[in-house]
């Protein structure tokens, strides 16, 4: 799984996959993409996985779902940095996940440990949290889609877990994830968790083509579009009422592309005051 992300005003990448015979190449091409990797240890690189469990983790932090239906612990070290000759790697992740029953009592519990190319300070424990959380939800959707079903995560789920891990970035950022229509021309709504649903409901069925909004545009040139003032930007001009009122002021969206480049979406960045990207 790629996700790609803005962390404040940089290009942020994270390339999430579970550690196999072939991980060390992985990580070393990953890294010399520009990327950066959290790889998901298991007895696959016994020696990494067996070091990385006898660490001293000191206290963990405890970080609870919205639901209060799961909480996760999370410890992070940085002792491993450049194990052997993982010269790349600098933090061992460690994560509980235990799912609470309607009394609050644990039900469930399971643990993970990662390995990556991030610092530990690059993410709060909350960010990790969300992580994994959506690297469940995406490997359980990939595996039904192996089976030939897609049942095991909805789609709309799915796309809800992505937005907010992004969201979770940078503080006051609101994501939107649109869909391309091509029978029809348009962009559909996929997720946004955070933006007023009068807004998500206005701009579902925007259309893509130039000066169609930051989203319409971003589908029709298959490029990175940044509008730094909604107010004053011509592809707004159509647009602007719909979100000043809710107090949307910049808009930065980025075309989501097939491995054959074709546009299959656009990921958008809202932000409450006018910014620019750099």
Request: glycine share 8%; charged share 20%; proline share 4%.
């Amino acid at each position: 799984m790629t996700l790609s992300t803005y962390a404040s005003l940089d290009l942020f990448r994270v390339v999430m996959y579970d550690a196999g015979a072939c991980s060390q190449a992985n990580a070393r091409a990953t890294r010399g993409l520009g990327l950066h990797y959290v790889m998901v240890l298991n007895e696959a690189q016994p020696t990494l996985h067996a070091e990385a469990k006898r660490l001293d983790m000191g206290p963990g932090t405890l970080v609870t779902d919205d639901q209060k239906r799961v909480r996760y612990t999370v410890w992070r070290n940085e002792e491993l940095a450049g194990f052997l000759d993982w010269s790349h790697l600098k933090t061992i992740v460690r994560v509980r996940r235990e799912e609470l029953d309607a009394r609050g009592q644990v039900s469930a519990t399971g643990e993970r440990y990662f390995v990556t190319s991030l610092r530990q300070d690059a993410l709060t424990p909350a960010q990790w949290a969300t992580l994994l959380r959506s690297e469940r939800s995406v490997s359980a959707w990939s595996a039904a889609c192996a089976r030939g079903d897609a049942t095991g995560v909805p789609l709309p789920e799915l796309l809800d877990q992505i937005v907010r891990l992004i969201e979770a970035q940078a503080v006051g950022m609101l994501c939107s994830l649109l869909l391309v229509d091509r029978a029809k021309g348009v962009v559909r709504h996929g997720a946004a968790p955070s933006l007023p649903e009068a807004f998500t409901r206005a701009i579902d069925g925007v259309r893509v083509g130039p000066a169609e909004g930051s989203c319409g545009t971003a589908a029709y040139r298959g490029e990175v579009v940044v509008v730094e003032d909604i107010a004053t930007h011509p592809y707004w001009l159509a647009y602007r009422e719909l979100a000043l009122p809710h107090g949307l002021r910049a808009c930065w969206s980025s075309p989501i592309l097939s491995s054959g480049r074709d546009v299959l979406g656009t990921f958008a960045m809202y932000y409450r005051e006018p910014r620019c990207s750099y």
